[in-house]
C-alpha cells in the first residue's frame, strides 16, 4: 500500500520520529512522508511509533490508498525532497 505519514510530536521527540519515519519511508517535507509499505510494515510503524510519542500530546496521521496512481499529487511552489535517486 502507499501512505502518506503527517506527524506533530514535541520539540523533544522530533529528531527521533523522524529518524523513525524516515526509515519506513521517504521525506518530502517538514513532519510529512510518504511510500510503498507492507501491512506488517505498517503495523511495526504505528507500534515504534506510539513508543516514541506522548500519545496525550503529540499525533500521527497516515492516509493511505492502494497505490501512487490512485493519488493525484501537485506541489506548488519549491519541493522540498526529490524522490530520484541517482546511481
Not at 519515519?21 to 503495523?43: A, K, M, P
Request: charged share 30%; aromatic share 10%.
Amino acid at each position: 500500500m502507499y501512505i502518506i505519514a503527517v506527524y506533530d510530536v514535541g520539540e523533544k521527540r522530533v529528531g527521533k520520529m523522524l529518524k523513525l519515519c524516515r526509515r519506513y519511508l521517504n521525506w518530502i517535507q517538514n513532519s510529512v512522508l510518504e511510500g510503498e509499505i507492507t501491512t506488517t510494515q505498517l503495523e511495526k510503524f504505528k507500534f515504534e511509533a506510539t513508543a516514541i510519542m506522548d500519545e496525550e500530546t503529540d499525533s500521527l496521521i497516515i492516509f493511505k490508498t492502494r497505490q501512487e496512481k490512485w493519488l493525484d499529487k501537485e506541489i506548488v511552489g519549491q519541493e522540498r525532497s526529490s524522490l530520484d535517486i541517482f546511481l
